[in-house]
């Protein structure tokens, strides 16, 4: 294969044609330029388009395809839309040859052409030169995973992209992890298109990855791939510690219930998500409440979508019951377009936007109800059973008046009777049920030994039906826990442990609002420049992260506090403070002493007179602590001797 470059991109001097050869050329190629009825030479353009026409035409000899008349038409304008026109590879080396010197397209469409990655890799290297294209479209073009490969190349050096459209190209669970090392140190891209492509399991953790290094993108599609299980719980948990995204569409994944958990404990920290798609994600009214969980916490999201799920009146209840119990509140529009609702629903909707005005709700209509079961029977044997142990009497003693002989067989007439009249807490409809079980081969006599011999027996139904609801119950909270462990496992996961510390809440403004997640420096603590981190060096730290302190600065006023500024510190620091200045380096040592010695580094950091003030405290429970184990140890020894020192030690004495 041949190595492409920005030279092979580039048409030679000797390679342009002569004004007689132009005059050819428009013939040569008139198939696709008189389609309209208007040919190259009754376009009327400035010089500087009619140059890049001549570079276009010139590039299409070469390449050998038939130029495309709308791209010659509208030269000069800021948005190339050639969606659909079959360029195919060698169409796209043409036009990516004509690109190289434009200053005027800032918007490329190129959907729907059959570029292949060959098309691709042409485009993308023009990009090397070309600043000015900032949005493109490069979907169904059939890349695969080796445009992936050119793609996340380009990322990594491209400067101007910043909106890039790659639905349905067929991409996989590994590419996913090309795109999340691209995207890691981009900072350029705000728009990012991945729909209608094949991510998994391992495509989801790879993509939570993505929006966890990620400071820049703030529109993100995954709608038609397959996000489901872990693949959900790993992303939910890099959207959790994300702080850029705004709008999120995950419609038509899958992600279940289990997804809808993993989102709710993502929105109890993220407070910036806008937007939020999760129509057609197989969510049940289980799911919605457990996303309601996180609605409660949450003050930003504004537009949620959950149409097309398995949501009865139950869901649509609990979703309108958040929104009018949380004052703070963001959202104005809740869309569950396919849920019939009921009266109850509507009134409850009315009041609730009475107290949010901007609050819209789409629903299918009103006609939707609660499914109840219908309340289940008593076993007629255990109300009979029950009834007669509060009397504290026997089978006999009740049947007795209609069974003369004593043969514990009475007529069913006579048994239905004899029920009736009785206290017995029995309707019409058990009273049946009991004549047919215990006269089960219709012979018109009951045998009601049958109560007495089924007493044990229904003990045992009662426990096992009790071990099943208990059984049901606690694999439900299992695997609820299994969830947020993986869940909490995949945030550990994203966090780069190296430079930051993640730590949820801090201060808080108002004890009742949500819990924001902060991430903190180790050197605000350490005092330390980390060399071996770029990204989170005190160069590139913004004041939004943390307001490092000056070390060698004549004053030593702690950094005044701002509304968009907050300081947090590490909770296990009292505790583990006199291990912390023991273990102190050297070299950390030796800047604090060096860069002023007249300076009290007390009051260098925010915990810093906490820790001195808890280091006596530390120091005067040391001694009591030894005194403790010293005589559990001999207490010890007491009890290790045998019966037999024991006595030698009494006769001894």
């Known amino acids: 294969m041949s190595v492409l470059s920005l030279e092979s991109l580039c048409l030679a001097d000797n390679d342009s044609p002569s004004s007689a050869e132009d005059l050819d050329l428009e013939d040569k190629w008139d198939t696709d330029l008189e389609v309209d009825g208007l040919s190259l030479l009754e376009v009327k353009k400035p010089s500087k388009d009619t140059s890049t026409a001549e570079i276009y035409l010139q590039a299409c000899k070469l390449v050998g395809v038939v130029p495309v008349s709308y791209f010659l038409r509208n030269l000069g304008t800021s948005t190339m839309n050639l969606n659909h026109h079959g360029l195919g590879p060698p169409g796209g080396k043409a036009l990516a040859i004509t690109l190289v010197t434009d200053m005027h397209i800032t918007n490329l469409e190129l959907a729907d052409n059959y570029l292949l990655a060959e098309g691709a890799r042409y485009l993308l290297e023009m990009l090397k030169a070309n600043f000015t294209i900032q949005h493109l479209d490069l979907s169904n073009n059939h890349l695969q995973s080796e445009g992936a490969e050119c793609i996340t190349k380009m990322l990594l050096d491209n400067i101007s992209i910043k909106s890039i459209k790659l639905s349905g190209n067929g991409f996989i669970e590994d590419d996913a992890k090309s795109f999340a090392d691209a995207l890691a140190s981009n900072y350029r891209v705000k728009e990012l298109d991945l729909s209608h492509n094949q991510f998994c399991g391992r495509g989801g953790e790879h993509l939570g990855q993505m929006l966890a290094n990620n400071e820049a993108l703030e529109v993100l599609d995954l709608s038609w791939n397959h996000l489901r299980m872990k693949g959900a719980v790993a992303f939910c948990a890099g959207l959790k510690v994300n ?148 009397r504290k009497l026997r089978l006999w003693d009740f049947f007795r008046k209609i069974d003369k002989d004593g043969t514990m067989r009475v007529p069913v007439a006579d048994f239905r009777k004899a029920v009736q009249q009785s206290n017995i807490p029995l309707d019409r409809y058990q009273i049946e049920e009991l004549i047919q079980r215990l006269d089960r081969e219709r012979t018109g006599m009951v045998d009601y030994r049958g109560l007495a011999d089924t007493r044990k027996q229904m003990m045992r139904d009662h426990r096992r039906q009790l071990r099943k609801v208990e059984s049901r119950q606690k694999k439900e909270k299992q695997k609820s826990e299994r969830i947020l462990k993986t869940f909490q ?8 442990r190296s430079s930051m510390v993640m730590s949820p ?17 180790l050197s605000s603590w350490h005092h330390i420049v980390m060399s071996n981190s770029s990204r989170y060096s005190v160069t590139n730290l913004s004041s939004e992260h943390i307001h490092l302190p000056m070390l060698g600065g004549s004053t030593h006023q702690r950094p005044t506090s701002s509304p968009t500024m907050r300081s947090y510190s590490q909770p296990n620091l009292m505790d583990d403070s006199q291990r912390y200045t023991q273990s102190k380096p050297s070299s950390a040592q030796g800047m604090l002493s060096d860069s002023n010695p007249d300076v009290d580094h007390t009051k260098l950091s925010p915990t810093a007179n906490h820790l001195t003030r808890s280091s006596p405290a530390l120091n005067s429970k040391q001694p009591d602590t030894k005194t403790k184990t010293t005589k559990v140890k001999k207490k010890k020894k007491c009890v290790d001797k045998t019966p037999h020192e024991q006595n030698q030690t009494q006769s001894s004495k």
């Not at 009742?512 to 997640?517: E, K, T």
């Open 505 to 521: 809440g801090g201060t808080k403004e108002d004890s009742s609002g949500p819990q924001h997640f902060s991430a903190t420096p």
């Open 243 to 390: 702080v850029t995204l705004k709008h999120l569409d995950l419609s038509w994944n899958g992600f279940g219930n289990e997804g809808a958990l993993a989102l709710g404990e993502a929105l109890k920290f993220n407070n910036t998500l806008v937007y939020l798609d999760l129509n057609n994600n197989r969510i049940t009214n289980e799911g919605v409440g457990m996303l309601c969980k996180g609605l409660e916490a949450n003050d930003t999201l504004r537009a949620l979508k959950l149409a097309y799920n398995s949501l009865t009146v139950e869901g649509a209840l609990a979703l309108v019951t958040v929104v009018k119990n949380t004052p703070k509140t963001a959202l104005e529009e809740i869309n569950i377009s396919n849920v019939l609702v009921n009266e109850n629903f509507v009134q409850l909707l009315d009041l609730t936007c009475q107290e949010h005005p901007s609050l819209e709700v789409q629903y299918a209509g009103v006609g939707g109800f609660i499914a109840k079961k219908p309340p289940k029977r008593l076993d007629p044997m255990k109300v009979i059973q029950d009834y007669l142990d509060e």
């Open 489 to 496: 496992s995949a945030v550990e996961a994203n966090t780069p």
